[in-house]
């Protein structure tokens, strides 16, 4: 899961489906789908959301949607 | 001729709109800035250049990405200039692939090639244009770099449709568009394949449009047919899906052939950016410049300016008039009405003017930036904690330098509820008409205590803003999910 993911670490995604289907619209419009890696920039604190970058560019997602995005560790 | 500008979300359509028509607009760094089509005569008076929103795909999530499908389907429009932002192309291109599919005689400006060159990317101009089969002219939109280039393009570019399809979406979906193309045949005159197309990635605008020209019930037919064989033959979730999975592969041939990338550095920018997004720090630097905005407006600068105006109306100009007025021999009605009705009043107006244009100055700065977007980041628990979402925040922070523009921006939170409560709270934020009657307030009964008097109204506005946030999101507009992603 990203959620679980620190700072710093990479990884692969591998299933995006269990994520709301509006977010997982605007995420596939920003190029994040099944196979895009993505690297942790910095998690928020207390429960807030969670800054990944994938391809140059940084995009703020939430903790809940995080959690339901599964990655494989890079 | 009508020319229609289009571009991802930040990649300087505006800029590049200012540049082109020669007319002032404004410019900012938070998507949907463009909230409104704007038109503008090209400096050469060759044609209309028409400002859309900002849109990823021309499938819409939010209201805002709504209006550019619209106008793709009910306005008329000869021309299309996308703009593309090198410096992420990849995503770009969904975008400039579905224009080509509307059929039009499209053009592409490649904007930011400078940012890209830094971050090591190398584009061949002219292999991308022969691979898109459409012009493309690289520009630099923040300079007007290229923009006369552009134009010539614009004006001088033949009347060529690009007749080649772009991307083959696979035996099954060619064979439904060609169907859905026989049925639409002479009852439209857009692309019948582009209206297929976007009819299969699930664009509601599209449905509607194709509803209205054959039977609803026969689209739900052919889509379902459609569906079913997708999901048999290809290892993809939706069809949706696999269409942008196509596209995908198109488009990564097109950049192998004309992209170079080199060894990348981290600029500065990113470095900044790591610690205002900073888990502990984030937030106190948040706070910390907006207790530099409030000094500076009202007790730094502000203040000494308000009064040198002051000294100027009530001093040197309340005289002159005096003067003049005596010279001309104004009976005593006209003497009071100007002296003690225009000057007195509108000076009591006018006095405030250097704090305002402090404030908004400052809020425009912070807003171009790019600093809004992230506190929006770092905000987002606090305003999910009201059944609010991080994007609110900058409604209301625009709010502050004037409420209409404030309502106005609340157009880019995609969820009808939370845009309905931003649009509710946002006027609660103290926007700078009122600052006249604080300053007034606090110059009356608090003259020590000028700056924390001031803050502290503010701060009274946000925090009845945050509680009937809440008490409205758990009572009255319960449900919905909400979506944060920026």
Sequence with gaps: ?74 | MEVALIGNPNTGKTSLFNNLTGSYEYVGNWSGVTVEKKVGMFKNNSGRLIDLPGVYTLNPLSKDEGVVTSFFLNEHVDRLLNILDASQLERNLHLTIQLLEFGKPALIGLNMIDVANQRGIQINVGKLSELLGVPVVPVVARSGKGCEQLENSISTAPQLINQRNSVYYGKEIEEAVIKLASKLENKTTHSPRWLALQLFEGNQYIKTYIGKLIAQTEVEALMEELEKKILVKEDVKTLSHLIYQKRKVVIGKILAEAVKKEKTVIPLSEQIDSLVTNRFIGMPIFLLVMYFMFMLTFDWLGTPLAKGMNALLTGPITDGIENLLTVFGASVFIHDLIIHGLVAGVGGVLVFVPQIFILFFFISLLEDSGYMARVALVMDRIMESVGLNGKAFIPMMIGFGCNVPGVMAARTIETPRERLLTILLTPLMSCSARLPVYALFVGAFFASQKAAVVLSLYVLGIVVALLLAKIFSTTLLKSETSLFVI
């Design chain 1, 1 to 74: 899961m990203v959620g679980q993911m620190k700072a710093g670490d990479k990884g692969k995604i591998i299933n995006i489906s269990h994520v709301g289907h509006l977010v997982q619209r605007r995420l596939l419009d920003l190029g994040i789908t099944e196979g895009s890696e993505v690297c942790v920039k910095c998690v928020m604190p207390f429960g807030g959301p969670i800054m990944i970058e994938s391809c140059g560019q940084c995009i703020g997602i939430r903790r809940k949607e995080a959690n339901s995005i599964e990655v494989e560790r890079l």
